[in-house]
């Protein structure tokens, strides 16, 4: 019987964490397009955020930004609500750690 468990031992010195009895990791890769909950979790910060927020260069209230959401990294876009309507942008990298968002600076 030593035979059969001669291949779980030489599979746990050859890879790293390896669990026979856990299911397969499926990785995210990175040109996978966000899914709904990303992009309501992203749309959702930003508008707090411009909520909250002034234009640096006016003092002008932001509008509701703006995400262009084709793939990653998701760009967020915000015009101020003064008469210039300075633009501000942002983006959003994925990580392996989760989201990393950027602020709204001015364009």
């Known amino acids: 019987m030593e035979w059969f468990f001669l291949h779980w031992t030489f599979m ?11 299911p397969p ?3 995210r890769h990175w040109y996978e397009p966000p899914g709904p909950a990303e992009k309501w979790m992203i749309e959702t910060a930003y508008e707090t955020v411009a909520a909250e927020d002034r ?3 006016c003092g002008a209230p932001l509008g509701r930004p703006r ?3 084709d793939a990653w990294p998701i ?3 915000a015009r101020c609500r003064g008469t ?3 633009r ?4 959003v990298f994925r990580t392996p750690d ?3 968002t950027h602020p709204l600076v001015r364009a």
Not at 12 to 22: E, I, K, N, R, S
Not at 88 to 91: P, S, V
Request: proline letters at 3%; glycine letters at 10%.
């Open 12 to 22: 746990a010195y050859l890879t790293a964490g390896f669990d026979p009895a856990a």
């Open 25 to 27: 990791r499926t990785g």
């Open 55 to 57: 234009c640096t260069r």
């Open 67 to 69: 995400l262009r959401v």
């Open 75 to 77: 760009r967020v876009a």
């Open 84 to 86: 210039a309507r300075h």
């Open 88 to 91: 501000h942008r942002a983006t």
């Open 98 to 100: 989760g989201l990393h």
